[in-house]
């Protein structure tokens, strides 16, 4: 039986530049792509004409599409032999689920290999000029999600602000607007309500914003900016540097177009 390859890619932040070649390459061999909804379309479009792309976030029709589903129509590729590309915003094993898609197809029998992609929360970071780890001021840097897992545990959010501060170390939290208000709560039991934090939304796209508060205003100052989903709170003094330089836009079209 002729078994295909399935290669889970990281598409990156958003802009078509910040791809690696590794996934550039990895694209144009494909023959089957499965595109999550932050993948951009210019992203897509550098896939070979003939090959048979499926979305399975949300422009995909429904809400989005049952995990078990994606993994069924992935390991179903595979065995009819294509060359399966999952494109997966940011880095595949950065939040959005690369960990247990590799678990599934090894244990269907495939060897999966995977592609780096840039973070959002490095994209973000860097769009704004914060250098996350500047000796100055943080000792290191804790990814964490303002999402957990439905009907799992949360993340301890005083302790994190605890060790945070003792540590020093930037928080960067991804999937964390929408519980501003919490989040903000929460961190404040353990670091001052002057720690700065900026809130960039659409990291690397053209249609990039952000916001700069300090903790004690973050989710006052979300709503009143209007940033929402997808963002990046960057919380810390490194946040402070960012007057220095902020990235130039790459120009260009939107490259986020809901089908
Ligand atoms: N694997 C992805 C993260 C998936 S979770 C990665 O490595 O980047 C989805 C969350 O990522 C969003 O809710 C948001 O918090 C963040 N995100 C993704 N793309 C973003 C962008 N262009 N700008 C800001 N945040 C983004």
Same mark, same amino acid.
């Given at each position: 039986?002729?078994?295909?390859?399935?290669?889970?890619?990281?598409?990156?932040?958003?802009?078509?530049?910040?791809?690696?070649?590794?996934?550039?390459?990895?694209?144009?061999?494909?023959?089957?792509?499965?595109?999550?909804?932050?993948?951009?379309?210019?992203?897509?479009?550098?896939?070979?004409?003939?090959?048979?792309?499926?979305?399975?976030?949300?422009?995909?029709?429904?809400?989005?599409?049952?995990?078990?589903?994606?993994?069924?129509?992935?390991?179903?590729?595979?065995?009819?032999?294509?060359?399966?590309?999952?494109?997966? /915003?940011?880095?595949?094993?950065?939040?959005?689920?690369?960990?247990?898609?590799?678990?599934?197809?090894?244990?269907? /029998?495939?060897?999966?290999?995977?592609?780096?992609?840039?973070?959002?929360?490095?994209?973000?970071?860097?769009?704004?000029?914060?250098?996350?780890?500047?000796?100055?001021?943080?000792?290191?840097?804790?990814?964490?999600?303002?999402?957990?897992?439905?009907?799992?545990? /949360?993340?301890?959010?005083?302790?994190?602000?605890?060790?945070?501060?003792?540590?020093?170390?930037?928080?960067?939290?991804?999937?964390?607007?929408?519980?501003?208000?919490?989040?903000?709560?929460?961190?404040?039991?353990?670091?001052?309500?002057?720690?700065?934090?900026?809130?960039?939304?659409?990291?690397?796209?053209?249609?990039?914003?952000?916001?700069?508060?300090?903790?004690?205003?973050?989710?006052?100052?979300?709503?009143?900016?209007?940033?929402?989903?997808?963002?990046?709170?960057?919380?810390?003094?490194?946040?402070?540097?960012?007057?220095?330089?902020?990235?130039?836009?790459?120009?260009?079209?939107?490259?986020?177009?809901?089908?």
């Amino acid at each position: 039986m002729k078994r295909g390859k399935v290669t889970l890619v990281g598409a990156g932040p958003g802009d078509p530049e910040l791809l690696t070649v590794k996934a550039v390459k990895a694209i144009q061999a494909a023959t089957v792509l499965l595109v999550d909804d932050l993948v951009s379309d210019e992203i897509v479009a550098l896939a070979n004409p003939g090959a048979r792309v499926v979305y399975v976030g949300k422009r995909g029709g429904c809400k989005s599409t049952p995990q078990a589903f994606i993994q069924k129509l992935m390991i179903a590729a595979a065995r009819d032999g294509d060359t399966v590309v999952r494109l997966k /915003g940011g880095d595949p094993f950065i939040f959005g689920r690369g960990g247990e898609e590799v678990e599934d197809l090894r244990a269907a /029998g495939f060897d999966v290999t995977v592609v780096n992609g840039i973070t959002a929360g490095l994209a973000a970071a860097t769009a704004l000029g914060i250098p996350l780890t500047h000796r100055e001021h943080a000792h290191g840097v804790v990814f964490v999600t303002g999402h957990a897992k439905p009907g799992g545990r /949360g993340t301890d959010w005083r302790a994190l602000a605890a060790t945070a501060r003792d540590a020093r170390l930037t928080l960067v939290i991804y999937m964390g607007v929408s519980s501003a208000q919490y989040l903000q709560d929460e961190l404040s039991s353990g670091l001052p309500a002057s720690t700065p934090v900026a809130v960039i939304q659409n990291a690397s796209l053209p249609e990039q914003r952000h916001v700069t508060t300090e903790l004690g205003q973050l989710a006052k100052a979300i709503a009143r900016e209007h940033i929402s989903s997808p963002a990046i709170i960057v919380v810390g003094e490194v946040t402070r540097a960012l007057a220095l330089a902020a990235q130039p836009q790459a120009p260009g079209s939107p490259c986020r177009v809901s089908m």
